[in-house]
């Protein structure tokens, strides 16, 4: 009996211990399908990050990507500085998580770099002597442009960054590898992206003391954390990060990874500027290179990684300095420096270097921007715990916004001269367009973005003055209006509303006290001429062309034709791409990635090209004449504008520029728009057409129904060779002047004795001269002027006779 129950039991316990195996074996296995189908969804994350470029596939807003075209001056040295800015390394063993690589040979420089299409495996940039871009070969083919991975501007859409190079694993110092390592994760290089002995005396410390100690987190999470993930605290979020590491390690070097890291590190805030990776980090808080920081400055900022905060050597001093001392230790501990060496550290001052936002920050007005007009607007992330928003590539070309912050800061030094002394601060307000696609290439707010955050290009309403006036008289061509007809420069009093009067004077109170051609009142900027315009075209057709136009509607009453209705400097300069864009307008665009856009027609191709001829001459003998024939074999075209503030908006046939100096408490400025905006105006677009040729622009493309009429601009009649002044000017073919000027040189005596038939005595008309590629006054079905000779009449007395050619209907 004791025998049976023995061998029962036996079995039972046999059964229970298989089965028991058999439930283990079970739920390891489920466990490890688990594991591996985990591990494949997470690589495939990684893979489809590292697929479409590991820099630039991350959330974070990014300029435009740069386009390489021969003819742009750029020098090798200049083109590393931007390739490295880029995510392009100088290692021909460059990894595939980089944009590529690059080298420098010669006269050269080859590009590598790590696209999907293969094409071109190498890219090779020749330059001349004169530090252009003289031939660009992709594989041996020559090409006529290349365009580069973008730069990043942020990588929080609310946080402002500053200018960062990518760094590889070798411009690295050894003595910040190891200050980092010993203090975020001594194991880092031998372990497989796990720390699990790092794990568990991060779980005993947290009761303990944190003196020498390390977080959970190895440097591979860290860099999950940072680049992959959203920032919530939950089980589910820190098992994608364990998990999303141990598949990095499996796809990057070591070497890599920790790049990486130290690339993407955020190390705090100084002033506006949120610091980001050891590079920038070394130049904003020392002033120094990376590569030139000393063993104290690089365990300062090994320190800051675990609160960048808690210390900031330049809020919490003293907090920073023992964490340094902290780091020192722990590098005792690893071996890296002695016992002395580290006392002797401890010992040093912690000392940070002067720092200028203005100059490490990048167009933070502009990040506001596309933050304001984006579609999420606020950078808030998604609410999966992987970050699944797409980079934002924006129209901001940075060699253009860096002309542009140049320029501006040039000019506001002068007027601080002036200004400072009566205790005053101008403002400044600047942005550049592509007319054609409305693409905002350049924006500065204000002259400090740390001591004020409006920008002044958007948000900031103020009379825009005479750079009103193209669209009074675009109104008045759109009614037929011919841009020769005559106005009176002489004081004037209208009569509005039956009852009111108005009495404009122009700038300075002078008058010629002549008549004068419709384009002229444009090109000197005269107000009773403009005003006289706007009544005759009718006030309320000019009201309705600027709100075409995208302006505010002004008010239908006279002082309208003088720019007193406030406007944003966006809204003149995308009103002005108007007229640079055949009479189409298109909306400011700050993404890259965004369909392209229908234009509006709002005025004629033809009245847009007049109103161009008008102010080219502004700049050729107008109020702009100080920008003529500073940037050669460009057509210029632009106005000045003097309210109580200083502007000018100009373009070539490819940009379009606005520019506006006044005092935020709208105080009178004293300077007209040609002393104060238009410097500013002229140094950038002198350097963008340098620097980028095919901003330019020999000519403005001419639309059909155009003549070039040489004229006598005292009369608006085609001039002869007697004529004191000539004028070339761009009238409709309807409207051209079929007759020449009499004006000068035709009134004489005949002696009695000479035969009026004499051929000798005849006064030939010269035909006006026409300029190249431009078309000629055609014959049609008018009455042309042949020739004008002397004659006599019926009673014998000698008269001046005009041969006519007409023909017939």
């Known amino acids: 009996m004791r025998l049976c129950v023995r061998l029962f039991v036996t079995r039972l316990q046999t059964r229970k211990a298989r089965f028991t195996i058999t439930i283990f074996t079970l739920a390891l296995i489920s466990l490890s399908?688990?594991?591996?189908?985990?591990?494949?969804?997470?690589?495939?994350?990684?893979?489809?990050r590292l697929a479409r470029g590991y820099l630039i596939s991350r959330a974070g807003i990014y300029a435009a990507p740069r386009t390489l075209r021969p003819g742009q001056r750029l020098s090798p040295e200049a083109l590393a500085v931007a390739l490295r800015r880029a995510?392009?390394?100088?290692?021909?063993?460059a990894s595939e998580i980089w944009n590529g690589s690059f080298s420098i040979r010669n006269d050269a420089v080859e590009i590598r770099p790590n696209n999907s299409g293969g094409y071109p495996s190498v890219l090779r940039v020749s330059f001349d002597s004169d530090g252009r871009i003289a031939q660009l070969t992709g594989d041996e083919v020559t090409l006529d442009s290349f365009t580069l991975a973008p730069e990043s501007l942020t990588n929080d859409p609310l946080t402002k960054g500053g200018a960062r190079r990518q760094l590889n694993f070798k411009d690295i110092p050894p003595v910040l590898v190891q200050a980092i390592t010993s203090i975020e994760d001594r194991r880092f290089f031998d372990h497989p992206g796990l720390d699990l002995f790092g794990i568990a005396r991060a779980l005993l410390r947290n009761a303990g003391d944190e003196r020498l100690g390390q977080g959970g987190s190895t440097i591979t999470q860290q860099l999950v954390k940072n680049t992959y993930l959203t920032p919530e605290r939950t089980l589910r979020r820190k098992y994608a990060e364990a998990m999303l590491a141990f598949t990095i390690e499996r796809r990057l070097s070591k070497e890599d990874i920790f790049a990486l890291y130290c690339n993407e590190i955020y190390l705090g805030q100084r002033g506006v500027i949120a610091v980001r990776g050891v590079d920038q980090a070394a130049r904003v808080f020392f002033g120094k290179e990376l590569k030139d920081l000393t063993l104290a400055e690089a365990a300062t900022l090994a320190g800051m990684i675990q609160s960048p905060s808690r210390y900031s050597p330049v809020r919490h001093n003293d907090a920073a300095r023992a964490r340094r001392n902290t780091v020192l230790g722990t590098m005792v501990r690893d071996g890296f420096i002695s016992l002395a060496t580290a006392a002797a550290t401890a010992k040093e001052p912690l000392a940070t270097a002067e720092f200028d936002p203005a100059r490490e920050s990048v167009a933070p007005y502009f990040i506001d921007y596309v933050n304001r007009v984006s579609d999420s607007g606020t950078g808030v992330?998604?609410?999966?715990?992987?970050?699944?928003?797409?980079?934002?590539?924006?129209?901001?070309?940075?060699?253009?916004q860096q002309l542009a912050a140049t320029a501006v800061r040039k000019q506001l030094e002068r007027l601080d001269k002036i200004y400072q002394p009566r205790g005053l601060t101008p403002q400044v307000a600047f942005v550049a367009l592509d007319p054609k696609t409305g693409n905002v290439l350049a924006m500065i707010g204000g002259r400090d973005y740390a001591e004020s955050q409006m920008n002044r290009v958007t948000d900031a309403q103020r009379q825009p003055g005479s750079v009103f006036k193209p669209f009074v008289y675009a109104a008045a061509l759109e009614s037929g209006m011919s841009p020769l007809r005559m106005f009176k420069d002489a004081p004037q009093e209208f009569t509005y509303d039956r009852r009111f009067k108005y009495r404009p004077a122009n700038y300075g109170g002078g008058f010629s006290m002549r008549d004068v051609p419709m384009r002229t009142g444009l090109i000197k900027s005269l107000n009773v001429v403009t005003v006289d315009v706007a009544i005759q075209t009718g006030l309320v057709r000019v009201a309705n062309t600027a709100q075409q136009f995208g302006l505010p509607r002004p008010v239908p009453y006279p002082a309208l034709a003088l720019g007193t209705t406030e406007a944003t400097p966006l809204q003149i300069a995308t009103a002005y791409a108007a007229f640079a864009n055949g009479g189409s307008i298109i909306q400011p665009n700050v993404f890259a990635q965004t369909e392209t856009v229908e234009p509006v027609q709002v005025i004629q191709p033809t009245t847009a090209f007049v109103i161009t001829d008008m102010l080219e001459g502004v700049i050729?003998?107008?109020?702009?004449?100080?920008?003529r024939g500073l940037i050669p074999k460009t057509a210029l075209a632009g106005k000045t504008g003097t309210s109580r503030d200083g502007w000018f908006v100009g373009y070539t046939p490819n940009l379009v520029c606005a520019v506006w100096i006044g005092f935020d408490d709208n105080k009178q400025l004293g300077l007209t728009?040609?002393?104060s905006a238009l410097p500013v105006w002229t140094e950038f677009m002198k350097s963008a057409v340098d620097l980028r040729p095919e901003l330019g622009g020999k000519s403005f493309a001419e639309p059909d129904g155009i003549t070039i009429a040489e004229i006598d601009p005292e009369t608006g009649e085609l001039a002869t060779s007697r004529c004191p002044t000539h004028e070339r000017v761009a009238i409709l073919t309807s409207q051209a002047p079929r007759s020449e000027c009499f004006r000068h040189g035709f009134y004489f005596d005949l002696p009695s004795d000479v035969p009026a038939d004499d051929p000798t005595v005849a006064a030939r008309s010269q035909p006006p001269r026409v300029p190249k590629n431009r078309q000629k006054s055609p014959t049609g079905d008018s009455a042309l002027l042949r020739d004008t000779r002397v004659d006599t009449d019926k009673r014998g007395r000698r008269v001046l006779v005009n041969e006519m050619r007409v023909t017939g209907r």
């Open 87 to 93: 995510g392009y390394l100088d290692d021909e063993n």
């Open 381 to 400: 992330p998604p609410v999966s715990h992987v970050q699944d928003a797409q980079a934002t590539v924006t129209t901001l070309d940075l060699d253009l």
């Open 620 to 627: 050729d003998h107008g109020t702009a004449r100080a920008a």
């Open 673 to 675: 728009g040609a002393e």
């Open 33 to 48: 399908v688990f594991f591996v189908n985990s591990y494949r969804s997470y690589a495939k994350i990684v893979d489809a």
